[in-house]
């Protein structure tokens, strides 16, 4: 009997430990698209850039800056539309003196641990799409 019960017991803390770190896993992955996120000035300004009307829905849930790179973390329901969510973001931040832009655009509420796609965007080449995983 008492090897049962600390049997059981084990076998409880156990799953309570992976139960634990599941919840920690899952609460640092979900993302949620709202209008406007609350936040650092520039990301509640790169929001804003967002058409009115536009069908597209996304929005800028993280920017860094340092050395002239601005970097980008952006949620949309539409992937694909990720070059033309990323015209509509630069324009905002054009002119600034970044020498590049980096925006990856994640799926939005899909839990995943790399993005979707990348846009880089420079003042000399243009745009360029990189597709991470589908």
């Not at 995943?112 to 796609?117: E, I």
Request: aromatic residues 8%; proline residues 5%; charged residues 20%.
């Amino acid at each position: 009997m008492p090897r049962v019960v600390a049997l059981l017991g084990v076998t409880v803390w156990f799953c309570g430990l992976v139960l634990f770190g599941a919840a920690i896993e899952w609460a640092g992955r979900a993302r949620i698209v709202q209008s406007l996120l609350p936040g650092p000035p520039l990301v509640r300004e790169l929001n804003r850039a967002r058409p009115k009307g536009d069908t597209r829905t996304w929005a800028v849930t993280r920017a860094n800056a340092a050395h002239n790179v601005l970097v980008l973390d952006l949620d949309a329901v539409t992937v694909a539309d990720a070059m033309l969510i990323a015209e509509q973001v630069i324009g905002p931040v054009y002119g600034r003196g970044y020498d590049e832009v980096l925006i990856y655009v994640w799926e939005a509420n899909a839990n995943k641990r790399y993005a979707d796609r990348r846009v880089q965007w420079t003042p000399r080449e243009g745009y360029r799409e990189l597709v991470i995983g589908d």
